[in-house]
């Protein structure tokens, strides 16, 4: 920003900072998660924003909170969200201010609320937000109650439109809620910017920009201080600035800081640095807010695809929904957390946050984990997408949804959106739009011989792109801007694609080689991509293309086919987190860690592009006769892999003589054990194997993590699986089971990855799919054990106990 004082650089200091939201080590800032202790009411309730309003009789719960995942399936509502309801709720919490707020500023944050929603404090409207994503925040200082009195806040939230979307949205104050307490001369929400002009192998120049406001009617003497701390907490550098503040000025701080042999952010080695910037009016403290940050250089080349770091790198990157299957679209961090682990697994290096923003916690995690995040902001314009009701394709769609809000709130919410996630080391691109020139849905493409006048323009496009990109850039400069563009010649025909920074193509790869003949400036990038080798061939081979994003990396609830389908079946996870064949075939083009995976089956031609084939299934009891034949197939990263039938060898295939890296066997039917053995050179490096199982009689419990934290949030995923008496899984098994729980935690939600089940997922019992299902434990805020029991008619009951500790 221009017209503010000259940048002073300083390499060293000494001096600490206290840690962020503990109102005894930092007294100047307190952040506190506002998320217990609400009162609920599904329905209008008109006066219901009145201090004095009467809900006593309301439903008592913490958020977040989706309503609609825990109410029935219903087919006759829409396939796009899932078959699952909207409506309108009423959200109401009573609170005393603490202490340490007398005299100072208080704010509350939402970090997402679907949608439509309208928020008071003490009867009076602080403002209203359609769009369902993005975050916002209001100031309640002038409006509160005096500190002896209890003060209300109430959140109308109207999802009446609930088929306003191509997939599943939820309802409700669905991600967390902080009450922010701060000074009267404060750092403003969102407001400082941390960029890396200069990174050299040798250092690297931080720049911070920090805006602060004077909210009160005299002349402040401020001093800004922002101390520079590595990921071992070591203080490297700090900064001084002073400024008098007139009444009610707003100020921009700028400060740079110059770092010694930086640790760069990469997927590889996500090293993180922070910086604590320190507001004080003389010697007090009166604001103080610590921003992780990473250092890394990202550009895009034109011959050369994504350098980061100054080496070619590929995103092997997936696109996700919000959504997380049976918890709806309030996914609690830990559940954010165990699906970017099995990303990782799978060898995937990005994320497309298709296509909407993200909760902030995914990026925190992104950050930590080392993902590439393409943040996105729309999925649609000015102009209505299709939303199928009957079925994908089939009947009327709907027309509801964000372009009803866009002309009116976009550019502040692709600002709010940016503001927000600037300084995440992850985010690497900036989307403005998913498939917005879409052919006829809803623009069509005005030379052609289906246009009409009274029909959106595809001519409108540019015009609409230019103003979002002006206001991305507004505010960042340091990330290109892109979009996800599925109708490329239209786009470049009217200049679309010329205005993008990075242009992005979905399932375009047929355009590549051409576009890059013809516009030799342009980046490209796959910006969504099906699951088939060519499309992961074509990056591999053209250098200049920077990398893929899957459809998708998770099932997700809606744009479901038709009914009995309520979810969509793309992942290469279940709803469950469960890993499908898919996930082991992307694995072995993805992964460098040897691996190699067995599936069978009796019918059909194995592998191919759209590998695994249906038929082809991860178990070895097939009724068939004894030396009938079935298919064998294996994926793997190996160089070879040997195939034995109860220790006889079925020979040995090599991968570089593999069609579509698929390696194929027809076996002779026997039951007992199949085992493939990955070999790198003449070593075994990884093996993998099918065991002919017995009828179910016992339940197993496999719990991703034994200990967990007792704040009433985290999470255990317990894996159910259905096992004969020798303990082998039974993958044919679908047998209905019940869970009881006792000691401190709760049964969350329930699943077993089945798009067809209309179970309710908050229910104590599931029918097992492909011999499984699975169990979300949520700790309580008392510490102590959590046991865990699981039952079904006829088998030997499982048992698994889970800790829950003070942290």
């Known amino acids: 920003m221009k017209g503010f004082p000259a940048v002073c650089i300083i390499t060293l200091a000494l001096i600490g900072f206290c840690a962020r939201g503990s109102a005894a080590a930092n007294p100047s800032r307190t952040e506190i998660l506002f998320d217990e202790g609400w009162k609920f009411c599904l329905g209008d309730s008109p006066g219901a924003q009145a201090p004095d309003f009467d809900d006593r009789g309301w439903r008592s719960l913490n958020l977040p909170h989706d309503w609609s995942i825990e109410l029935p399936f219903d087919a006759r509502l829409a396939s796009g969200t899932g078959y699952l309801p909207g409506g309108i709720g009423w959200y109401r919490k009573s609170f005393a201010l603490p202490a340490r707020a007398a005299g100072r500023r208080v704010s509350l944050r939402f970090d997402g609320v679907y949608c439509n929603s309208e928020v008071w404090i003490n009867g009076r409207s602080l403002g209203r937000r359609p769009n369902g994503y993005v975050s916002f925040e209001y100031n309640l200082t002038p409006f509160l109650a005096p500190d002896a009195k209890g003060n209300v806040v109430a959140v109308r939230v109207d999802h009446t439109k609930y088929a306003d979307s191509r997939w599943y949205t939820g309802s409700g104050i669905y991600r967390h809620v902080w009450m922010k307490i701060t000074g009267h001369v404060f750092i403003e929400p969102w407001g400082i910017y941390v960029a890396m002009p200069q990174i050299t192998g040798q250092s690297a120049v931080v720049s911070i920009q920090i805006r602060a406001m004077n909210d009160t009617a005299q002349a402040q003497d401020a001093t800004l201080t922002s101390i520079v701390k590595n990921g071992a907490g070591k203080t490297v550098a700090t900064v001084e600035t002073r400024h008098s503040f007139k009444p009610g000025e707003r100020f921009l701080f700028e400060q740079s800081a110059r770092l010694a042999n930086p640790a760069l952010w990469s997927p590889a080695s996500p090293n993180l ?94 950050d930590r984990m080392g993902f590439l995040v393409m943040d996105e902001a729309f999925d649609e314009w000015a102009k209505p997408k299709k939303k199928w009701i009957e079925g994908w394709n089939v009947g009327k769609p709907g027309l509801d949804g964000y372009a009803e809000y866009f002309d009116e709130w976009a550019i502040r919410d692709i600002q709010s959106m940016v503001e927000r996630d600037k300084n995440h080391p ?137 009914w009995p389908a309520r979810s969509s079946s793309a992942g290469l996870l279940d709803e469950c987190g469960f890993r499908k064949p898919a996930f082991y075939f992307r694995q072995s083009l993805w992964s460098e860690k040897p691996m190699v995976y067995l599936s069978a089956g009796v019918s059909g031609r194995p592998g191919g592009e759209r590998a695994p084939r249906p038929e082809m ?191």
């Open 273 to 366: 640095y922070s910086v604590a910037s320190r507001l004080q009016i003389g010697k007090s403290m009166v604001d103080e807010v610590e921003t992780p940050f990473g250092i890394r250089s990202a550009a895009f080349d034109p011959e050369k695809g994504f350098i980061l770091n100054g080496a070619q790198t590929v995103f092997k990157g997936v696109c996700i929904h919000h959504d997380a299957g049976a918890l709806g679209a309030a996914v609690p961090d830990r559940a954010l957390e165990r699906r970017l682990q099995l990303m990782k697994e799978l060898g995937c290096n990005a994320i497309r946050t298709s296509h909407n923003p993200p909760a902030p916690e995914l990026l925190d995690l992104c």
């Open 426 to 562: 992850s985010v690497i691109l900036w989307s403005i739009g998913n498939e917005i020139d879409y052919d006829r849905d809803p623009y069509y493409d005005p030379e052609s011989k289906g246009y009409t006048p009274d029909k959106p323009s595809a001519a409108d496009l540019p015009a609409i792109a230019a103003r979002l990109i002006k206001a991305v850039k507004e505010i960042d400069t340091t990330r290109p801007v892109t979009a996800g563009l599925a109708n490329i010649t239209v786009s470049n025909r009217l200049g679309l694609a010329d205005l993008l920074d990075v242009v992005g193509y979905n399932y375009l790869e047929k355009y590549y080689q051409a576009d890059h003949a013809r516009y030799p400036a342009r980046k490209i990038l796959g910006s969504e991509n099906s699951h088939a080798l060519s499309a992961w061939e074509t990056v591999r081979n053209l250098a200049y293309v920077g990398g893929q994003f899957l459809w998708t990396g998770i099932d997700y609830l809606g744009e479901a086919r038709q």
């Open 617 to 807: 299934v991860p178990h070895w009891n097939w009724q068939v006769k004894d030396g009938d034949p079935v298919n064998v197939i294996a994926y793997t990263n190996c160089e070879k892999v040997e195939l034995f039938l109860n220790g006889k060898s079925m020979g040995e295939k090599s991968l570089s003589a593999a069609q579509d890296r698929v390696l194929s066997w027809e076996v002779p039917y026997a039951a007992g054990t199949v085992l493939a053995v990955g070999k790198k050179g003449a070593s075994a490096a990884a093996s993998r194997e099918l065991k002919t199982a017995g009828k179910p009689e016992r339940i197993r419990l496999d719990p991703d993590i034994t200990s967990i934290a007792a704040d009433g949030r985290d999470l255990a995923h317990v894996e159910v699986s259905l096992v004969d008496s020798a303990g082998n899984f039974v993958f044919t098994a679908d047998n209905q089971v019940s869970f009881e729980i006792s000691g401190n935690g709760r049964i969350l939600a329930v699943d077993s990855g089945d798009i067809r089940s209309h179970e309710n997922f908050q229910t104590a019992s599931r029918k097992a799919y492909q011999g499984r299902c699975l169990v979300i434990v949520q700790s309580t805020s008392e510490p102590g054990p959590i046991r865990l029991k699981a039952t079904s008619p006829g088998m030997r009951e499982g048992t698994v106990t889970i800790q829950t500790r003070r942290r």
